[in-house]
């Protein structure tokens, strides 16, 4: 997963954060994120299902795959305050 390198001072980007073991594969939150940043992995969880996954970068943190998923703890999006900088 590539990762934005975050300059000092500068807030780090939200993110989506996806319990893959729980995950049930639905699609539901790839259709509908509106930044297309979702897909199903190549591989299946202990559950035999292809669960989602962010493909690093581009995510708005709108929270709509938060409000479309299902399953209760499954998946959340971060958005880290922004930090001060020492500089
Ligand atoms: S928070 Fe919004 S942009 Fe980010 S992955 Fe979820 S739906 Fe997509
Ligand atoms: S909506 Fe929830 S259960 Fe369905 S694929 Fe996305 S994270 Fe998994």
Redesign the pocket.
């Known amino acids: 997963m590539p990762v934005k390198k975050v300059n000092e001072g500068e807030a780090p980007p939200p993110y989506?954060v996806?319990?893959a073991e729980?995950?049930?594969?639905?699609?539901?939150?790839?259709s509908?994120c509106p930044r297309q940043v979702?897909r199903?992995r190549a591989g299946i969880n202990h559950r035999g299902v292809q669960?989602?996954e962010y493909l690093g970068c581009g995510c708005s943190g709108c929270g709509i795959?938060f409000y479309?998923?299902?399953?209760p703890y499954?998946?959340r999006v971060e958005t880290p305050e922004k930090t001060k900088s020492n500089a």
């Open positions: 989506p996806i319990d729980e995950c049930k594969g639905c699609r539901r939150c790839i509908a979702l199903l669960p989602a795959c479309n998923c299902p399953e499954v998946i």
